[in-house]
Structures are given as structure tokens and as C-alpha cells.
């Protein structure tokens, strides 16, 4: 049965890896950091199973768990290589991705076809949070644990 799953999600899988390279390959990271956000909020409103591509384990399907411990590698490498611009907030973490991904789905949800310009308004809004211009004091971020638990939640089939 994993290895349906995994193959149903494979291609997902590689759509979030290669957002990522393309992100790392941009000349410019606060650009590569932008378009990394839009490109997988934006995979997020085609398909609302994306989020389940992060959030599953498949521990037998060692190259899907690895191209997911890469992307997220890259992803980190992303926010590195933007905070030493300059221009990405220096206290931008990764959970604030999936924060960003929990809320874009709600509004996806909400607003489904109705008004699909909403989810890129609000990752436009979201990008602007992330500038470090527009940088004030913010709560202190969720523990890595704790908001990997909220992931696993969030993803849960509802019933």
C-alpha cells in the first residue's frame, strides 16, 4: 500500500524539489526566496494533496523520504542565503513556511474557486511580512517538534 501512496505522491515530490533547486539557482536569493514561496503556495492551490507530500512519512521509500530531506535542505540554504542579502528578515524560520502553508490553506478552502485571486494576495502579503524592512519584534517562533505535531494534525483526515 506505501508504495501506491509513494508513487501517487511521487510526482508532487519532485515538482517541491525542483521549486527548490530553481529557487538556489537564482542569482539573486531574496528573488529565489520569493518565487520559492509563490511556486509552492501557488502547488498548493492546484492541488489541495500537496500538503499531505510534506507530511507523510513513507519510511520504506528511502528515495522519496530523500528527495524530501533534500528539498528541505535546500529550503534552509534558501533562507540562509536571503537573510545574508539583507533583505529577508533575520528571524524568519522554516516553521514560518508551514505557517504560511496552513494559513494559505484555509483561505484555499474558504475561498475555493469563488476567488481563487485570494491565495496570491495573500502570499503577497506574507512576502512582504518577510522583508527585513518591514521587520518589528515577533512572538518567538513554534519549536520544530511542536509545529512538526501541528503538521501531522493539520494533514490528518478529517472524520
Known amino acids: ?11 508532487k515530490m519532485t515538482a ?11 542569482p539573486d536569493p531574496w528573488r529565489g526566496f520569493c518565487d520559492y514561496v509563490e511556486r509552492v503556495c501557488a502547488m ?3 492541488d489541495r ?4 507530500v510534506l507530511t ?4 520504506t521509500a528511502k528515495q522519496f523520504e530523500a528527495d524530501r530531506d533534500r528539498s528541505f535542505a535546500d529550503f534552509l540554504t534558501l533562507i540562509d542565503r536571503a537573510k545574508a542579502t539583507g533583505r529577508l ?20 478552502t474558504a475561498t475555493a474557486d469563488a476567488a481563487p485571486e485570494t491565495s496570491p494576495r495573500l502570499v503577497a502579503y506574507f512576502l512582504q ?3 527585513a ?8 517562533p513554534p519549536a520544530p517538534r511542536r509545529m512538526y505535531r501541528a503538521m501531522l494534525r493539520f494533514a490528518a483526515p478529517k472524520r
Open 1 to 11: 500500500m506505501a508504495a501506491r501512496t509513494t508513487a501517487a505522491f511521487e510526482q
Open 16 to 26: 517541491y524539489a525542483e521549486a527548490a533547486r530553481a529557487a538556489l539557482a537564482e
Open 44 to 46: 498548493q492551490a492546484e
Open 49 to 52: 494533496g500537496f500538503t499531505t
Open 56 to 59: 507523510l512519512s513513507f519510511p
Open 89 to 108: 528578515r533575520d528571524d524568519f524560520v522554516a516553521e514560518d513556511m508551514v505557517m504560511f502553508l496552513m494559513a494559505n490553506a484555509g483561505v484555499l
Open 129 to 131: 511580512a518577510c522583508a
Open 133 to 140: 524592512t518591514a521587520a518589528a519584534p515577533l512572538p518567538e
